[in-house]
């Protein structure tokens, strides 16, 4: 969603494949949609094609663009220190704080908000933290830090950002949204009030780069989730 909206008024590039760990960050800003495994086994001649082909990609590209939009995946604890030797965000966004990585060494919510608040802690006091002010873990950091922070929430009275969700139905979501005192109304084709957050997310992005919501509402009207993520399937009777 952030890429659709920064991409209707700026020159955009983002993750092409599903690589967001600090390797496969690097493979992917070179380019490169493979990995050095070989039969399910890492080869050393696969790996040095990659190199080179990484440094020819590095050297000779011409791909140009405004503004990069990377997802940054953990998986366990120092995963963010080493994606911060790669790449130094001056936006990120925090969409909230879930027990998803247990299986590689997160043990509670607070852990992972420990590894991905370094990220918000790395901004310099120009950067900019999108922030969701609902989630219990981010509104105790908010005014800790010292970076410009742009808020959104539903419930927390400390937002940039407000959305009350009118409707959620199997046609879809209605949301109005505040943002100081402007009130702009959206019908979006995507199925469960938890996405409401990936909406959120892209508009007060959207707004911290000058745009206005307005026009990012309509953008977002257009969205779509990624194949196989809550689409709707109709029934043989409809």
Not at 100 to 122: C, D, M, P, R
Request: with cysteine; glycine share 6%; net charge neutral.
């Amino acid at each position: 969603a952030i890429y659709m909206v920064l991409s209707s008024k700026y020159n955009v590039r983002k993750n092409k494949n599903t690589f967001n760990t600090e390797y496969g960050i690097c493979l992917d800003l070179l380019n490169i949609n493979e990995t050095g495994k070989s039969n399910g086994r890492h080869s050393v001649f696969s790996w040095f094609k990659i190199v080179m082909k990484g440094f020819v990609d590095a050297v000779f590209s011409k791909e140009k663009y405004e503004k990069l939009v990377l997802e940054l995946g953990l998986d366990k604890p120092g995963d963010m220190d080493l994606i911060l030797k790669v790449v130094r965000p001056s936006v990120q966004v925090v969409t909230g704080i879930t027990l998803n990585h247990v299986e590689f060494g997160f043990t509670s919510e607070q852990e992972i908000w420990n590894e991905k608040k370094k990220l918000v802690y790395a901004l310099k006091k120009d950067g900019i933290a999108i922030l969701n002010s609902d989630d219990k873990y981010i509104s105790e950091e908010i005014d800790k830090l010292q970076c410009k922070v742009f808020t959104f929430g539903e419930k927390n009275k400390k937002y940039d950002l407000k959305a009350s969700i009118i409707s959620n139905t199997s046609a879809g979501l209605e949301i109005e949204f505040t943002h100081k005192a402007k009130k702009v109304y959206g019908k979006f084709n995507i199925l469960g009030s938890f996405h409401s957050l990936v909406l959120n997310a892209a508009i007060d992005t959207s707004i911290s780069c000058g745009m206005d919501i307005e026009e990012t509402v309509v953008i977002l009207e257009k969205f779509q989730l990624p194949e196989h993520r809550m689409t709707r399937l109709d029934g043989i009777n409809g």
